[in-house]
């Protein structure tokens, strides 16, 4: 009889407990909605128009550079009257 109130114990405890850290899975979660607002996108790797903003669990988040055009300084010629 204690044997069976023993088993049930344990089995009661085990099964009550969470089966997965749930923080852990809010974190990861929060950590791919991060991502996804930044225009991002998580891959297990980055290609090399992409930088890595953060980390979505174990894979990097990708995010494509903004393209800046180069700045062209004009000159003005002068025209000259004599």
Same mark, same amino acid.
């Given at each position: 009889m204690? @044997?069976?109130? $023993?088993?049930? $114990?344990?089995v009661?405890s085990v099964?009550?407990?969470p089966? =997965?850290?749930q923080?852990?899975? &809010? %974190? @990861?979660a929060? &950590?791919?909605? %991060?991502?996804y607002? =930044? &225009?991002?996108? /998580?891959? !297990?790797?980055c290609n #090399?128009?992409e930088y =890595?903003y !953060?980390y979505c669990d174990? %894979?990097? /988040?990708?995010v =494509?550079?903004e393209?800046?055009?180069? @700045?062209i %300084? #004009? #000159?003005l010629?002068? #025209?000259?009257?004599?």
């Open positions: 204690k @044997i069976l109130y $023993m088993l049930l $114990m344990f009661f099964s009550c407990g089966s =997965v850290p923080k852990n899975t &809010r %974190e @990861i929060g &950590r791919k909605r %991060e991502c607002l =930044v &225009r991002g996108s /998580c891959k !297990s790797e #090399t128009w =890595v !953060s174990t %894979e990097p /988040c990708c =494509v550079r393209y800046q055009k180069p @700045i %300084e #004009t #000159t010629s002068k #025209t000259y009257t004599a």
